[in-house]
């Protein structure tokens, strides 16, 4: 019985860390190009009473063996990379990736990190940036009479001057892909960092050899459906209730075991 309590309580454990994954996903349901994670289990070690196989006295094999288990644990979380909803803005600088890749920003520490958010803006200088103010990579700049900007779907960057008849070329966004996204890093604010799990990155033109292709004025949201997640909040709570009642039913049984007279 004070087995039970320990395996019991492993399973809460685990199931309050489900909750706090489905809360995440829950709270960042409008945030743009975030990806929902799954919490992912396993069991823990066996107590093996009797192997599988082993021989009785009275020389016989036994068909199967005893073992007891020891509860559960939470192995890793995992993030599901399939498409978000698109939703239009108009924004010329709302970019969105339709397919695999990433897009880059030079962060602060002068590394590179990785991102599904789309929304740019245009700083002091005229150079793209995100609401944070990292540079997307390879930096672009926008002149200042530029009347307008055209972001085509390999990622050619134009813009029409004033008094120009065609546009101009200014560059074109490189986008990365992973062998292994679920290997890179959450950093926060929708930024991303590879690991040696993700493996190498993967530089590409937008539209060509498997990378996404770039929509412009359209901004990639949440792969999160409330629907799903309330549905997996129910079950974790459920789980956690019925491991409650476990801990609750070996207790009791003690109880008994203790107040046993002669």
Known sequence: MIRALWTASSGMNSQ????????NNLANVNTVGFKKSRAQFQDLLYQTLRAPGAVTSQGRMTP??????HGARMIST???YTQGDMTQTGNALDLMIEGDGFFQVLLADDTIGYTRDGNF???GEGRIVNNDGYLLQPEIWIPENATDVIISSDGTVSVKIAGEENPQELGRIEIVRF??????????KNILKPSYASGDAQYGTPGIDGFGSITQGFLEMSNVKVVEEMVNMIVAQRAYEINSKAIQAADEMLQTANNLRR
């Open 64 to 69: 199967a063996g005893m073992q007891v288990g």
């Open 16 to 23: 309050q860390t489900n909750i706090d994954v489905i809360s």
């Open 78 to 80: 995992s993030k599901s």
């Open 179 to 188: 062998l292994n996204p679920e290997g890179l890093v959450n950093m926060g």
């Open 121 to 123: 803006k245009i700083d």
